[in-house]
């Protein structure tokens, strides 16, 4: 069969027919060709010569030389046409001798782009009978297609018909094609046995094509050491030699998995004063990516382009691998098209754009690359729809990764061990180990059996679902399964399994597993080094983590980025942010890729040390025999240790460095300053990474509003409310209710109005924290009417859970209008929901009692309090004492009011003095406004500043009976009810 660059030749003679007359006359594809004194005419001209008819007048005329020249024109329309003019001529009598069949043999030349081995063999065949005595280049060149179609066998059979029945003793120049032969039939010690024959025949001459072809031989082998020795004798002669020998020996570093060694070799390029060549840059970008240093490599494809070197399909497939890695799938698109463009784009270069997009979780786009295939007529192949399923698995979506798999099978592929491995990955890593049984049931039925990579690929999965909160039992069931089926654990299996007791927070286990396969010889990878690293870091085992770290070097393991920001971690973890920042520094001088994972490991570390330092401000605080109730985060981070100076370092380096971040750092980021109070530079960060991230999610949005709702800044909770329509944020209950909360400060009525439909347009039902939130935005603004309405809409929906929030902005309303009745039917609805009253309810519940006047009533309520032990605030109890002042119980009420002042802090003591003093005007009690007068002189003397001021007393000062709004409160000289709102910290809501 045939082999070609340009497809199969078929079997079928163009000059000959069935019966052997002569055809047709056809028309080669060269328009214009000189055969001895005549001219073929152009195609366009009437009369056609036939190459049939050329052959029969050099035939008839005896002409050898013009029969080679037919041969060598018919070889340029097709290779088989060459051979058939030969056999056609001797047909007539002609005696081809050895130029005719040098003719026919150069038709074969694979350099021509045509490898076709049944034209070889059919060729040998007809020398043979013809008893031609063949020449050493026709052998050379015959031999050469067959070792390209990777057909030994057929290729010593050539040899051994030009040389004898001994390979062995070939001449030199065939040497390289039998080392070819030899390799690629698995004799790779007899293709060593031929080259170091050449070598001592040759010696220093020996020519620099079989230095080159053995030592990438014996890298692809495995044999490096002995690679190494080839390499080392030819630098150590006198004699030049070109940059393919490095080439060669940095393609053979590569292929034994040390690409750290193949890079050194780039010296000799400048010791020798040589000059890469494009396979040079391709193997230098090989390493780069063995090494994990995409920027490098993406480097010296620019420094490529500017030196306008060429490049080719291998070095974009590297390029577009690196775009990926670094978070840039657009540009690794945008190469491809270059590459398409100059017709070099094949179904490979495809692959690899699409799987830059899955690894980005792109996979819109992705999947528009399969579109995009079809279009272009490139048909897709089993890789293709692999990235597709992995893509798609990795992304939690399996039911579209089934989909793609069940599309292979009717596009006529046929699905590999690959095809599987992401459905039970993602069977495993959500915890379903029925799901996986029935997919590797599957797999078993189509004839793949389960191997070492299938059950790492399930430990690591189940491993993973483990650390999401799953059991871990399956995890160490799939490992005992390894060992029953007689599979020893690999070094990667290890190592997966390092990385679950990793991020279980195992160090014990971690330690042990580190051990054993120290025990075993066997060298952990770099994710495992890069776990245990940062499982040390957790504990805050520093120096153990960078002992390891050091340990990687030691034994060869390539330390990739991962591990760098495993011990960067560990760093952060023990506050030392000076090495830290060293690690950081050492990535950039070896040109590791550092990235938003690097920031965000820092991020996530300092997060995690606030809590570190809670429990010690509780821990010192019990240790003293106090209570710490609460301890503001942000004074936490302010310990002068350099946590803010360092968080503050480490988005200035985001922000150099133009770090394309996911919304998970920006949430860490945004939360990190929030809690330090620094609401500002928490906007801006979020401002400054928003444009250039590619998942913000809505928690983040939702955070800053809160943040901003507490500091009483309703603008920038509206601000970043339209941020979010224009990111196309979908729109949750939280962010409603903050932004319902908003419009109510900023008194936007005909916003709140629109609430449910906007609810309604995104699809969502209201909740009780929307209903509460509502509720309040009305009553903030007076709107008591539409607040019951809500309150009505409320109780129709049946479904609706009614909590504490929503029953108390209820009881507030109903009390404000003054519907006791109401009220109380609201108040039972705590009990019937078993909820514990709040602050809002019970200063309500003293606002409806103090306006029925109903003094016994607000003692009972005043004993439930006191039996159910609830927590008082302030507003409570000045509405507790407004409302015994209402119901005439004077004395009562000012007793009240003294123990309050005598035993608790009061926060607004003037606003407390106003409030009491308003309703003892009402009553007309005057006498006991100057008894107030004394209470507050005693422990709030700044209550009474302004009256001293103006030299005026209370009765100046407090208005008219009758000038008061009994529902809430007094209508006070110090500002209107909805100042006093804004400023009641009671009235906030918290989501």
């Not at 990739?560 to 000076?578: E, P, W």
């Not at 950039?588 to 330092?613: A, I, N, P, S, Y």
Request: aromatic fraction near 6%.
């Amino acid at each position: 069969m045939g082999v070609g660059f340009r497809g199969v030749v078929s079997r079928a003679s163009p000059l000959l027919s069935a019966s052997g007359a002569a055809p047709e006359a056809f028309t080669p594809f060269r328009e214009d060709v000189s055969v001895g004194t005549h001219k073929r005419p152009r195609p366009r001209e009437s009369f056609r010569t036939s190459f049939a008819e050329l052959v029969a007048q050099a035939a008839q005329e005896k002409s050898g030389e013009r029969l080679v020249k037919v041969l060598q024109d018919a070889r340029e329309g097709n290779p088989k046409w060459s051979l058939e003019a030969a056999l056609h001529a001797r047909s007539m009598g002609v005696k081809l001798d050895d130029r005719h069949w040098s003719a026919v043999v150069e038709s074969m030349n694979p350099k021509r782009g045509v490898v076709d081995t049944m034209l070889v063999l059919r060729t040998v065949e007809e020398m043979k009978a013809a008893r031609v005595k063949p020449d050493p280049k026709w052998i050379a060149q015959l031999a050469e297609v067959m070792t390209l179609a990777r057909m030994p066998e057929e290729t010593q059979s050539i040899i051994r018909w030009g040389f004898g029945k001994r390979l062995e003793d070939v001449p030199p120049h065939l040497a390289l094609t039998l080392i070819r032969v030899f390799h690629r039939g698995g004799q790779i010690d007899k293709a060593l046995d031929i080259f170091r024959r050449v070598e001592e025949e040759e010696k220093d001459d020996t020519p620099e094509k079989i230095f080159s072809y053995m030592i990438s031989a014996l890298g692809k082998q495995g044999r490096l050491e002995e690679a190494k020795l080839i390499f080392e004798k030819k630098v150590q002669s006198d004699k030049p030699f070109t940059v393919s020998v490095i080439n060669s020996m940095m393609g053979a570093y590569n292929a034994c998995k040390q690409p750290e060694a193949a890079l050194q070799l780039r010296r000799y390029f400048k010791e020798r004063k040589l000059a890469e060549d494009l396979l040079s840059h391709n193997t230098i970008l090989a390493s780069y990516m063995a090494l994990d240093q995409p920027l490098n490599a993406i480097e010296l494809f620019n420094d490529m382009r500017a030196k306008k070197v060429a490049w080719d399909k291998y070095t974009a497939m590297s390029i577009i691998k690196a775009y990926g890695q670094v978070g840039n799938p657009g540009q690794a698109h945008r190469i491809a098209d270059q590459l398409a463009r100059r017709g070099r784009a094949d179904i490979h270069v495809w692959n690899a754009v699409m799987d830059a997009y899955t690894k980005n979780r792109e996979m819109e786009k992705a999947d528009e690359q399969l579109h995009r295939m079809y279009r272009l007529k490139r048909t897709p192949d089993v890789v293709t729809y692999n990235t597709l399923i992995l893509g798609y698995a990795c992304a939690g979506n399996r039911d579209k990764a089934i989909e793609m798999f069940e599309k292979m099978k009717q596009e006529g592929l046929r699905p590999n061990e690959r095809s599987y491995h992401p459905i039970i990955m993602n069977l495993s890593e959500t915890g379903d180990p029925g799901g996986a049984k029935i997919w590797i049931e599957r797999m078993k039925s189509a004839g793949f059996e389960p191997d070492s990579r299938l059950y790492e690929i399930m430990l690591s999965g189940f491993s993973r679902g483990a650390i999401k909160g799953q059991d871990t039992g399956p995890a160490m069931r799939v490992l005992a399964e390894m060992n029953a089926a007689g599979i020893e654990p690999t070094s990667e299996s290890y190592s997966v399994l390092v990385q679950a007791l990793s991020r279980q927070r195992d160090l014990d286990g971690v330690e042990k597993i580190m051990a054993e396969m120290r025990e075993k010889n066997l060298t952990p990878t770099s994710d495992a080094y890069a776990a245990a690293i940062s499982v040390l870091g957790e504990n805050k085992k520093l120096h153990e983590a960078t002992k390891m770290f050091i340990s990687m070097g030691q034994q060869g393991v390539t330390r990739h980025a991962y591990t760098y920001n495993s011990l960067i971690g560990a760093y952060v973890r023990a506050s030392d942010f000076t090495g830290a920042m060293e690690v950081l520094n050492e990535m950039d001088e070896l040109k590791v890729l550092v990235d938003e994972r690097t920031f965000g490991v820092m991020l996530d570390q300092l997060l995690r040390l606030r809590f570190e330092h809670m429990d010690k401000a509780k821990k010192a605080a019990e240790a003293k025999g106090e209570t710490l109730k609460f301890v503001p985060e942000q004074h936490l981070l302010r310990l002068g240790d350099g946590r803010i100076e360092f968080a503050d370092s480490i988005m200035q380096q985001v922000e150099k460095r133009k770090i394309r971040t996911s919304g998970r750092f920006v949430h860490s980021a945004v939360k990190l300053y929030v809690e330090q109070d620094k609401l500002d530079q928490a906007k801006e960060i979020f401002d400054s990474l928003s444009p250039r991230s590619k998942d913000l999610q809505v928690e983040t949005v939702n955070l800053m509003m809160l943040e901003a709702n507490r500091k009483k800044m309703p603008d920038i909770t509206l601000e970043l409310f339209r941020l979010a329509k224009r990111n196309n944020l979908e729109l949750d209950h939280t962010m409603l209710s903050l932004v319902t909360t908003a419009y109510g400060v900023v008194g936007r009525t005909d916003k709140l109005d629109e609430v449910p439909m906007l609810a309604q347009n995104a699809q969502l039902s209201l909740e009780p924290l929307n209903y509460s939130s509502l509720i309040l935005a009305y009553l903030r603004n007076d709107l008591e009417a539409k607040a019951a309405d809500v309150i009505l809409r409320a109780e129709e929906h049946i479904d609706l859970k009614w909590d504490q929030q929503l029953l108390s902005a209820a009881i507030e309303t109903y009390a404000r209008i003054g519907d006791s009745n109401s009220v109380r039917k609201i108040w039972k609805k705590f009990r019937e929901h078993q909820l514990s009253q709040g602050a809002r309810a019970i200063s309500a519940m003293f606002i409806a009692l103090g306006k029925d006047r109903d003094a016994v009533e607000v003692r009972k309520f005043m004993t439930h309090l006191v039996n159910s032990k609830a927590k008082l605030t302030e507003w409570n109890r000045r509405k507790m004492v407004e409302a015994l002042l209402r119901c005439g119980e004077i004395s009562e009420g000012l007793e009240v009011l003294s123990q309050v002042l005598k035993f608790q802090r009061i926060e607004k003591p003037r606003l407390f003095y106003e409030e009491v003093t308003a309703q003892l005007k009402n009553a007309g009690q005057f006498l006991s406004m100057k008894r107030v007068d004394s209470y507050f002189a005693k422990r709030y003397p700044e209550a009474l500043s302004a009256k001293l001021r103006d030299g005026s007393d209370s009765l100046d000062m407090l208005p008219k009976v009758g000038e008061t709004n009994e529902l809430v409160q007094p209508k006070l000289p110090t500002g209107a009810s909805r100042e006093k709102t804004l400023r009641d910290p009671a009235v906030e809501i918290t989501v």
